[in-house]
């Protein structure tokens, strides 16, 4: 079966690199039109001629409201709709023990992870979702599901982003689905400290698929939601780990 997208728009935060590049590629390729969004220009360009058929971009950072709401209306009035966002740009400024940190990177990290996917949602359904329809994917992580030594701050933010998930579910359907997925480790700038060299090595030994991930690995799925293979799954998380999670424990 062939996943297809045409006559669909697409919005993808940090669609310039990693994870949210391969989205917003793997759903230019299935027929949709699509807008990427990050902070810089030269980079989103340089994207938006890699991913094709008419990509368009448009620089926000999306924890700035009006920077939101100026993508979402380019988006609208360059394609005519907006019918998949995927909420996937985030933000760790802080790594160490949540007790110790400082109140600006706390805020820093609930600013970009929760609080714009929530207000970037709301545009979306105000501007076009609630009359139409839509699907939303928000990428969360799996350090939501579990504590972390260093990485504290930034699992609650996408463990919140989880919670909001199921309640955005449960309002905006049945015209709008809203989806999660939790990636395991993957290969981008965002979280090369974590795989580079012989640390890599020993993470991808503890997943039971013996490797780590790809953004083409989790761009799969994006599209599965996003598409009407997903029309009846809404409030649902996509944990896409190598199977890490359930994978043995050290001895
Ligand atoms: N890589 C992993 O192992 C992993 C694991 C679990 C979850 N995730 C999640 O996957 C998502 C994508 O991560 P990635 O690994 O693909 O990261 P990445 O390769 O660093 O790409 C991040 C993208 O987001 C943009 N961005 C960052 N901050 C932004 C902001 N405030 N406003 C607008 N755009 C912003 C970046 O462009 P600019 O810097 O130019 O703005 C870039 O396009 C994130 O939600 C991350 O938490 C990643």
Redesign the pocket.
Known sequence: MEIRLDGKTALV??????????IASAYAEAGAKVM?????AD??ER?AAEIGNGCGWVV?????PEAADAAVAATIERFGSLDVLV??????PYAGPTIDVDLGRWDKTLL??LT?PLVWTQLAWRHWMQHHGGAVIN?????ALKTSEQLGV?GIT?AALLHMTEQLAAELGPGVRVNAI??????????RA??EGERGLEVAQGYPLKR??E?DD?AGAALYLAADTGSWITGQQLVLDGGGLVGFPED
């Open positions: 935060t940090g669609g310039s690199r990693g994870i949210g590049l391969a990427i969004a990050s902070r810089k980079a989103l994207a926000a950072n999306t924890g700035d909420n996937n740009a985030a933000a760790n970009v992870n714009a990428i969360s992580s799996v350090g930034y996408k939790c990636p395991g480790l993957i290969k981008t700038d965002f979280a974590l795989w780590l991930g953004p989790i």
